[in-house]
């Protein structure tokens, strides 16, 4: 049995067994108001727990182990649990105040963050099993020289390299949303090189009879020199192909300008992912 100190108090010792929590952690969570003793005995600074507070010490381990952060851990605890019906994404007092809704949300919050960190995780796992199968990325290059295009242009921004994916799409969908099918274009990605914490991305519109797009305007692909290669598979694979078109422009000795231009071939509503086609395209720094 445990034994008690002044009636149901517990030393730090003896608490952190019962709850599962070693006594750094328990001095932590203290630290940050999560968890604080019942009693800290002035004279000799030893901290004491009651066993009533048993519960939110397990709530708090039992929430960590599932890599939920702290502020969430205490709005669960401030909240006094989670509903297992409630989703937690509306107040239902109404009033902005709603405890387990709140905590909720939150939570809710977290499983979305770990289901978008899963699914990164399962790209991760696809394009290395690709490396493992293909070996290290290559390409066949060619040098060839656009001319400039006429174009409509629309920007988005990624907060995230894992967010270009959904800004690529938003810029898509506007385009694509004031063009009409009669008429033959062509959409280009625009791409930073370099990637810094957020991602500016943009979808260029190519061709004749070029669509009104509310907040684009009207602008010039520039010409020059490029180097490009083709992309057969998969968009979230699209790096493996920029790799190995890097790769030849340094071996080389060209001086590669950005932006990355992908220029989508396949119609991915009607192509299998293995299948799509994507042009990528750096242009080439001008000779002296």
Partial sequence: MLGHVNDDLLSIGQFA????LSVKQLRHYATLGLLEPAWIDPASGYRYYRAAQARDALVIGLLRSLDVPLPVVAAVLSAGGVTGQDTGRQDPG????????????????????????LARR????????HILAAGLPGA????????PRPAVVVHDLAATPD?????????VARLMGAASGAIPLHLVGLFPLDYGESVP???????????????????ILPGGTFATAAHVGPYDQIALTAHALLAWCA????????PLREAYVSDPAT???????????????DEE
Avoid: F
């Avoid at 067994?17 to 599962?20: D, E, T």
């Fill in 17 to 20: 067994r019962l709850a599962r």
């Fill in 201 to 219: 991305v943009a979808v260029a519109l190519t061709g004749t009879g070029l669509p009104h797009v509310p907040g684009a305007r009207p602008d």
């Fill in 163 to 171: 967010d270009i994916g959904r800004a690529t799409s938003a810029c």
């Fill in 251 to 258: 071996e080389r000795g060209h001086a590669p300008t950005g």
């Fill in 122 to 129: 399962r790209r991760t796992l696809k394009t290395l099993e």
């Fill in 94 to 117: 109404g009033d902005g105040s709603g405890g387990e809704g709140t905590a909720a949300a939150a939570l809710a919050r977290v499983k979305d963050d770990l289901e978008a960190e």
């Fill in 140 to 147: 066949e290059v060619t040098v060839v020289t656009e001319p």
């Fill in 271 to 285: 192509t299998p992912p293995e299948r799509l086609i994507t042009h990528l395209m750096i242009r080439l720094e």
